[in-house]
């Protein structure tokens, strides 16, 4: 991890103590210990084993893709690889630093670059397509909640919503349309030449077409493999809704026992979904803010709400960056794939 890198973690660390600080300025510390004595220790290791369920399903995911193409990919590699995603993109704006970190941890291993590309495109097209699936029925079950309390986090909500669908809508233009989503793409991007040179223009619209047809071809790919792409499905699939459990554990571990479990998860899948709004790496401040916006209606008791985000950022934002960093020091193993067509 180069030291910029490190700085931001540090950094990220520190801001997330002080938002912690700020949250508990009008809660009496005694009050707060005794919840932390009387937390039920076996409902916060669930939740603790939702999100280790969540980073291994992922790491079985790549796994999968990758040896269907290369031979003796282990899964001490292929579970570095989400590892290294959570470290990078809890460390970027917008968790952009989450592709390009993973397929780093690939080409360490001596996986062709392009297969590699091609398997975390794949990943990543299932993967959001879920998202948008989920957050559709999480908008069906949970919005009027949300819009009745929260008429500010309601607006941030349908404008998530609708980035993730116009990103699924062109992933699918340009699996099932090339032509007409580099004629599109041309339009929209023809914008750019008026702040750069012509030389610096045509090579990005170059490697904007380049992706276009990569991902053109890795479709036509997968799409002759109906059965790996249903395992896909279905492995993302539960590895979200374990993901998306964690705060009704967290819930139950502080005595919180009346919350429907549905309408929980509900809120949580668009608690992520605002998240990815926010330009602050991890989405701090506004992770925290959303959290205790929509949950203290089930946590009457502004001790536990606060010990519930607390307990809930460890672990779906610390946890990940930790085992990321730990997971970025390891020495891979490694695969000849160099002189194999991707």
Known sequence: MSRNNKITLLTMVIIGIAIIAYSMRDVKLSLLIHDVLTLNLW?????????????????????????????????????????????????????????PGQLIVMLQT???????????????????????????????????????????????????????????VGLLLIMYWPTFTKKLAKLLFHPVKWFVKDEKFYSMQDTMYAKIDNLFEESVRIGRQPKLLLKVVVLTFFQLSFYYLIPYFIMLALGVTGANVI?????????????????????????????ESLFYSFISSNSKLVLAMIIWRILTYYFGMAAGAFALALKPDKVDDSDKPA
Not at 54 to 78: C, M, P, Q, W
Not at 126 to 139: D, G, K
Not at 269 to 282: C, D, H, R, T
């Open 43 to 99: 409902w916060i290791l669930v939740a603790f084993l939702c999100i280790c369920l969540y980073l291994l399903i992922e790491g079985v995911i790549t796994k999968v893709l990758v040896s269907n193409r290369v031979k003796h990919f282990t899964f001490k590699d292929a579970i570095r690889v989400p590892l290294v995603e959570q470290l990078f993109n809890g460390i970027t704006p917008f968790s952009s630093g989450g592709q």
């Open 263 to 291: 309408m929980v998860t509900s809120l949580h899948i668009m608690i992520v979904m605002i998240i990815s709004l926010f330009p602050i790496p991890g989405g701090s401040g506004g992770a925290e803010f959303s959290f």
């Open 110 to 168: 001596g996986i062709d670059g392009g297969k590699a590309s091609s398997v975390l495109l794949m990943k990543f097209v299932v993967y959001q397509a879920m998202i948008v699936v989920n957050f559709f029925f999480s908008l069906v079950i949970g919005f009027h909640f949300v819009a009745s309390r929260l008429q500010v986090l309601a607006l941030f909500v349908l404008f998530g919503f609708l980035i993730h669908f116009f990103v699924i």
